[in-house]
């Protein structure tokens, strides 16, 4: 009996659907990588489709449009590869762009009032990623901090604010993500302190804590919170639903984590029930600019 995961429900409706959105369906269940890497276009012209038609299968399922359905979807199949004997993972992982557009409102608030924390530091470490990355922005007019990051977007976020020290640690530059990973981030790392580190998650559990998608990327940030005098998450309301992929860090790790106004009430009490303070911030309007190549609508 199919339950009420995404491919579940795809797989449950495919035959239901018109010719052309199950057509949509068929090749994301059989070509789940070629949906999570191709652009739009490509994946239309692949599948002989045209993109209107994708967005169109995207927004049936409840998505605002293909950047939702992605993670949703790498979501979805990262939870299935626990189950079994687990596959490469590097595909499932939602690209940079995709992560930008979603949430955007949400994540733009978490910034500005995670903002607020800074007053008290004077050095932090950053982590990579678009929460993080639109929190770094707010830091333009913060007073003098060292700022440690393996975001190269933070760096570039960073640019305008000459007064902070930027310290980058050594890696390997991973570019679905725009930031360093490898074993030297964290031995350039080793012996250092800091006030605060502002981290980022691709899920939020009660019992498993703070996890990612990507294992290097896991054990670094796991260093980070070893580093750092006070841990604080920045993550959206949708993060508390995702599965647990690498565990960062258990809930008694965290100090302060960060969201929206969105949080489900039981969600915000397990989190006191551990300890964390929880910040909720009511989303905020901004002009939703998408990348240049972006083709991700639906013409009048």
């Known amino acids: 009996m199919p339950g009420d995961t995404l491919i579940d429900r795809i797989s449950a409706e495919l035959d239901q659907l018109p010719r052309a959105l199950r057509l949509v369906g068929r090749f994301v269940l059989d070509r789940p990588q070629s949906f999570m890497q191709l652009s739009l276009s490509d994946i239309a012209r692949t599948a002989e489709i045209s993109e209107p038609t994708v967005i169109r299968f995207c927004r049936l399922f409840g998505f605002a449009g293909m950047a939702e359905f992605r993670i949703a979807l790498a979501i979805d199949l990262a939870a299935r590869g626990e189950a079994r004997p687990r596959p490469a993972l590097g595909f499932l992982e939602p690209t940079v762009s995709d992560k930008a557009v979603v949430n955007l409102p949400q994540k733009t608030a978490i910034a500005r009032a995670a903002r607020r924390l800074v007053e008290a530091d004077r050095s932090i470490i950053v982590d990579s990623g678009s929460t993080a990355a639109l929190f770094a922005a707010t830091l333009a007019d913060a007073q003098p901090l060292v700022i440690m990051t393996a975001g190269l977007n933070i760096v570039d976020r960073l640019s305008v604010a000459p007064q902070h020290r930027v310290m980058l640690p050594g890696g390997t530059v991973r570019y679905s993500s725009g930031s360093l990973i490898g074993a030297l981030v964290g031995d350039t790392m080793t012996g250092l302190r800091f006030d605060t580190l502002y981290l980022g998650a691709d899920a939020i559990d009660?019992?498993?804590?703070?996890?990612?998608?990507?294992?290097?990327?896991?054990?670094?940030?796991?260093?980070?919170?070893?580093?750092?005098?006070?841990?604080?998450?920045?993550?959206?309301?949708?993060?508390?639903?995702?599965?647990?992929?690498?565990?960062?860090?258990?809930?008694?790790?965290?100090?302060?984590?960060?969201?929206?106004?969105?949080?489900?009430?039981?969600?915000?009490?397990?989190?006191?029930?551990?300890?964390?303070?929880?910040?909720?911030?009511?989303?905020?309007?901004?002009?939703?600019?998408?990348?240049?190549?972006?083709?991700?609508?639906?013409?009048?």
């Open 206 to 300: 009660a019992d498993f804590g703070l996890s990612t998608f990507n294992e290097d990327e896991a054990r670094q940030s796991a260093t980070m919170v070893r580093l750092a005098a006070r841990v604080v998450v920045l993550a959206d309301s949708s993060k508390f639903r995702a599965p647990s992929l690498h565990r960062i860090a258990g809930l008694a790790d965290i100090d302060i984590i960060v969201t929206d106004s969105g949080l489900a009430p039981q969600a915000a009490e397990r989190l006191a029930l551990a300890g964390v303070e929880v910040i909720s911030a009511d989303p905020v309007a901004v002009a939703t600019a998408r990348p240049r190549q972006s083709k991700d609508r639906i013409a009048p």
